[in-house]
């Protein structure tokens, strides 16, 4: 069996760490389809309070394999096939950035070194993301005379505007994760002798909230990415009387008349 992803479950917390220190994690089809299989069945997990991906040996993941993608222009990869089909295959893999950003729980990134291509793309389909500050970003994808893949061109344009995504991706501009932060692509950029610590403090934190309650929030605030207002309070109405039924709001709701911190079991 391929260790090329770690996965792990502890108080909650699921870590999904990519493990190919020596290619700086850079993705292979195991790989998709082992996140392919993985992130539903997270998503599904009562247990599960919070998702982390991150990468093994200071980096986060450099996207695809570029040295796979050279033995295939030079002919010595795998056979060529049908355009449709090699279409719908990166289709399929690139659901992976929807499962991310779509399962009902949060998402963190957690960058200890360079995100690039499509590792940029994962990183960016997380609900948060935090990084050393030195850790290097970039789309990169121009550099290779590729268009990008994985949805970054989405969330890039989501979280900066056009214009900065344009020249993010025509320039392939390569920014420090502190300077990512102050762009908004990065919620928080720490030192590299603090980022565990921060990182632990991070995950600790959203793994302790209402589960079922921020699974809610987040999809109130994907509907608000490309849905009306009258849409985004239909649903938002559909949640909320949802929520109502939780455990984890009649606890809190009793905490609150007792003057008591409210603990929250995911449920």
Avoid at 52 to 78: H, L, M, N, Q, Y
Avoid at 122 to 137: F, G, N
Wanted: hydrophobic share 45%.
């Amino acid at each position: 069996m391929s260790e090329d992803i770690i996965e792990t479950l502890e108080n909650g917390v699921a870590t999904l760490t990519f493990n190919r220190p020596e290619a700086r994690n850079a993705m292979t089809a195991y790989m998709f389809d082992y996140l392919l299989e993985a992130l539903p069945r997270l998503g599904a997990n009562p247990d599960v309070r919070v998702v982390v991906i991150t990468g093994a040996g200071g980096a986060f993941c450099a996207g695809g394999d570029v040295k796979s993608f050279a033995a295939r222009a030079e002919g010595s990869g795998p056979a060529s096939y049908e355009f449709n089909q090699r279409v719908d295959d990166l289709r399929n893999r690139m659901r992976v950035a929807e499962f991310i950003h779509e399962i009902p729980k949060p998402t963190i990134a957690a960058i200890p070194g360079p995100a690039a291509g499509a590792g940029l793309s994962i990183a960016l389909a997380c609900d948060m993301r935090i990084a050393v500050e030195t850790a290097k970003i970039t789309t990169a994808f121009g550099n290779i005379a590729l268009s990008g893949d994985f949805g970054g061109s989405y969330f890039l344009t989501k979280l900066v505007g056009t214009a900065k995504a344009r020249e993010l991706y025509f320039m392939s501009s390569v920014l420090t994760a502190k300077e990512a932060a102050a762009e908004g692509i990065i919620n928080k950029a720490v030192s590299e002798e603090d980022y565990e610590a921060e990182v632990q403090k991070m995950v600790s934190t959203v793994a302790a909230r209402p589960t079922i309650a921020i699974g809610f929030m987040k999809k109130n605030l994907n509907k608000a990415l490309y849905e009306g207002l009258k849409d985004v309070l239909d649903w938002e109405a559909v949640h909320m009387i949802t929520n109502f039924e939780t455990e984890d709001h009649k606890g809190a709701a009793k905490a609150f008349v007792k003057k008591e911190k409210p603990v929250f079991s995911g449920r």
